[in-house]
T-cell receptor, first 113, second 115 residues
């Protein structure tokens, strides 16, 4: 069974600074990888996904993530944080051929003016 | 495209009553729908997977008699919390997918409060 590790439940970042959220996964087969964002009392919105092909994936709101198979990682970055980026971020993985999304514990991002 | 709705968005019910939550895929046919529960400040916990026309598959530890799931059509799944208790208060989120091994589209969630 796959698992997803997101370190640091709370992440504080200054407005304009780099946002970096780390995600590591364990999977015995090639995974599909996702980053979701959740605003208070709302569902999840897909930021970006990796299935096959180019390992650097660009998503919405200026976010991108890079799949590194050798490091089993899929870290999320954004060069310059905006106040509107304050939210909860979840990394998730589906193993190829498996129906279930496994979620990390999430990162609560706080943007400091 | 790929919009999923949930109704109601918020519901308050008394202990011992039952409440039904609907999940609809508005612009696509969902072969599979998933129901999640999210506790405050926590990640999503998968409760069950439902395929249209067949019985739901529940995750370990989820009471199937308490959380009744019906997936009557390719665009509608319902979750009924029976004989609700305060500990059932939570945020319930559904997702739907065309391909169960691929991307899931999430609904906006339903906040259930049992008094």
């Amino acid at each position: 069974a796959q698992s997803v590790t997101q370190l640091g439940s709370h992440v504080s970042v200054s407005e304009g600074a780099l946002v970096l959220l780390r995600c590591n996964y364990s999977s015995s087969v090639p995974p599909y990888l996702f980053w979701y964002v959740q605003y208070p009392n709302q569902g999840l919105q897909l930021l970006l996904k990796y299935t096959t092909g180019a390992t650097l994936v660009k998503g919405i709101n200026g976010f991108e993530a890079e799949f590194k198979k050798s490091e089993t990682s899929f870290h999320l970055t954004k060069p310059s944080a905006h106040m509107s980026d304050a939210a909860e971020y979840f990394c998730a993985v589906i193993e190829y051929g498996n129906n279930r999304l496994a979620f990390g514990k999430g990162n609560q991002v706080v943007v400091i003016p | 495209g790929a919009v999923v709705s949930q109704h109601p968005s918020r519901v308050i019910c008394k202990s011992g009553t039952s409440v039904k939550i609907e999940c609809r895929s508005l612009d696509f046919q969902a072969t599979t729908m998933f129901w999640y529960r999210q506790f405050p400040k926590k990640s999503l916990m998968l409760m069950a997977t439902s395929n249209e026309g067949s019985k739901a598959t529940y995750e370990q530890g989820v009471e199937k008699d308490k959380f009744l799931i019906n997936h009557a059509s390719l665009t509608l799944s319902t979750l009924t919390v029976t004989s609700a208790h305060p500990e059932d208060s939570s945020f319930y989120i559904c997702s739907a997918t065309r391909d169960p091994a691929y991307e899931q589209y999430f609904g906006p969630g339903t906040r259930l409060t049992v008094t």
